[in-house]
């Protein structure tokens, strides 16, 4: 289960129009003008988007923990898009040997997530996002194994399975000065495919971050 309670870290790059006070050859204020930054045709470093999320939670034999970068570029004044690669671990602990009942057993998990992302804002700091990601999961775990001899063996099991995800989301950007924001969002996944490895029933991640222009 992929139970994601974590501040992510995002950045954005922002532009923006700054006065300048121009003065006479007397040295007394003539006029003042606003300025907009030119816009630069081809690649924009300006509008260059670098970040990322940490995961990190434990407690009664609980763990997970993991990493997810991004990148991307603002299209326009209002339209980013990138990809990002995700890898969580987690672990759970399992009393399930009869014959060993105090030891501590752990089904684990290793997921790696690429995905696509796309965000657009619709009305001043409201955006609408798209998230389609594929998950490769590899699971491990105490079990029986019905090929064992003699038959039914305690082992541990592993298998491979794989699931698409289709997030759709809406947050709003709090700005702070400058070129700083607080983002705030919920993705909802559409699929909520078998092998899903977000929670049944509620497929719902909620984001809160930190952007800073580059």
Not at 77 to 83: E, L
Not at 120 to 134: D, Q
Request: charged letters at 15%; proline letters at 7%; one cysteine or more.
């Amino acid at each position: 289960m992929k139970n994601i309670v974590l501040v992510v870290l995002l950045c954005a790059g922002f532009t923006y129009a700054s006065a300048q006070d121009v003065y006479t050859s007397s040295g007394k204020p003539g006029y003042q003008k606003q300025t907009k930054k030119k816009k630069k045709k081809g690649y924009d470093p300006d509008r260059l988007i670098l970040g990322g999320g940490i995961t990190l939670n434990f407690g009664d034999g609980y763990f997970s923990a993991g990493v997810s970068p991004i990148v991307g570029y603002r299209i326009t004044d209002h339209f980013s898009a990138g990809i990002g690669l995700g890898y969580l671990y987690s672990q759970v602990p399992e009393y399930v040997d009869p014959q060993n009942p105090d030891k501590v057993s752990y089904f684990r998990e290793n997921i790696v997530y690429p995905s696509i992302w796309f965000r657009y804002f619709i009305f001043r700091n409201w955006f609408a996002s798209v998230a389609p990601e594929y998950d490769f999961i590899n699971q491990r775990g105490p079990g029986y194994d019905p090929n064992s001899t003699p038959p039914g063996a305690f082992t541990t099991l592993s298998q491979n399975l794989s699931n698409t995800c289709l997030f759709l989301g809406v947050g709003y950007r709090l700005p702070l000065g400058g070129r700083a924001s607080i983002l705030a969002e919920v993705q909802y996944d559409v699929l909520q495919g078998t092998n899903s490895p977000y929670s049944p029933g509620f497929p719902t991640l909620v984001h809160i971050g930190f952007a800073v222009g580059l």
